[in-house]
């Protein structure tokens, strides 16, 4: 679905390489996502989105390469820009990650604690529930993450995550380990949110059917490379073989490097 | 965000003006709950308003249900259309009485 490419930048990447030890994850990464712009990440196991993901929330130093974040080189950021920029911030990662000791209601609350403790308890209150009305968890507030079910976890994770309106909002993998009907609910709530609050969204995913529901243009990352950056008529047109196999969830059949491959193995360099 | 107080066909009108932003929405919050403590009847006027978050919805909602409490009037009046779209996400726009402006609301009261 889509819509006319609004163009004011709100992530560029530039040329990042990523390592994890020797082992080189990121290919020189470049990405421009608008504002108010779905962009979808997609691609297989170990292709890098999650590690694409990890440095766009600015957990880790690239190698080298820039991610301006509204304008700020997020690699280059001091901890205090960066606490400034994350409430730009909000992230719905794949587990949930609520806290269990807190109820959900005191959870959707904790990023106005943290970032704006200034506002009346009422009003957090308030907000809380109104996020929480947002995902279909009205009235919620008061039960511990442990009574809720995974769909519901995943829409209360959302709700924190939007409590304070971001400007960027992000989700790993929205749809992992939900049943079709919760996922596409999720997936009309993403669209909600772009709507009405023009937040730029984010989704890591390998969910074909919801990244073709909702995006505005998805990049297909392969071994730490985007092989392209479209929308979905331009991806489900692409003749690139990969892409296809992606598509059509055919299997790999590229050749091992042998060399490498042994290498990682007994993680000794190869002699000279 | 700035705003404006006036008085018209009975009704306190809080015009505000602006962002309605988590940097200044306890201000809106102030002014809308000493209207309503002042047992005023009262609209907010938000043909101004290009831009409200949660914080300045959550205080309308509080301002809302503290008029109900006391048995006083109160609507939105002049919403824009990025304002509604806030509002209907929460489904809001189905809660809150909402006019053009404050005449069609006096027309409503009849």
């Known amino acids: ?272 | 965000m700035k705003y404006t107080v006036r008085e018209e066909g009975g009704y306190t009108v809080l015009e505000l003006t602006g962002e309605v932003d988590l940097s200044c929405s306890p201000e809106a919050r102030k002014q809308i709950l000493l209207c309503l403590d002042e047992k005023r009847n009262l609209l907010v006027d938000m043909s101004r308003v290009n831009y409200i978050d949660s914080s300045g919805v959550a205080s309308l909602v509080e301002g809302f249900q503290t008029a109900k409490k006391r048995n006083l009037k109160f609507g939105l009046v002049g919403v824009s259309g990025s304002a509604m779209s806030v509002l209907q996400l929460a489904r809001l726009d189905k809660v809150f009485p909402i006019h053009l402006n404050v005449q069609e609301r006096l027309k409503a009261d009849g």
Do not use: C
């Open chain 1, 1 to 272: 679905m889509a819509t006319t490419a609004p163009r004011t930048p709100v992530i560029e990447i530039e040329n990042l390489v990523t390592h994890y030890g020797r082992r080189q994850i990121l290919h020189g990464v470049d990405l421009t996502i608008y504002e108010g712009e779905i962009m979808i990440i997609m691609g297989g196991s170990g292709s890098g989105k999650s590690t694409l993901l990890r440095f766009l929330l600015g957990l880790g130093r690239p190698t080298s390469g820039s991610i301006r974040m509204l304008g700020k080189d997020i690699t280059q950021a001091s901890p205090m820009e960066m606490h400034e920029l994350r409430k730009n911030m909000g992230v719905a990662f794949q587990g949930g990650a609520l806290l269990s000791s807190m109820t959900v209601g005191e959870n959707v609350q904790l990023p106005l604690r943290e970032h704006h403790g200034h506002l009346d308890e009422k009003t957090m209150q308030i907000m809380a529930r109104l996020k929480l009305e947002v995902v279909n968890l009205g009235g919620f507030e008061d039960l511990m993450p442990s009574q809720l079910s995974g769909g519901m976890i995943k829409r209360a994770a959302v709700a924190r995550a939007i409590i304070t309106d971001p400007k960027m909002m992000f989700f790993d993998e929205p749809s992992a380990g939900l049943d079709p009907v919760v996922s596409a609910e999720l997936d009309e709530l993403i669209l909600r949110l772009r709507d009405a609050m023009r937040m730029t969204i984010v989704v890591v995913t390998h969910e074909l059917q919801s990244a073709f529901k909702i995006a505005d243009r998805i990049t297909v990352l392969d071994k730490g490379r985007i092989l392209m950056t479209g929308t979905v008529q331009e991806v489900k047109a692409s003749d690139n073989d990969r892409i296809q196999s992606l598509l059509n969830r055919r299997v790999s059949t590229e050749e091992i490097h042998a060399e490498e491959y042994l290498e990682r193995l007994t993680m000794e360099a190869r002699t000279p």
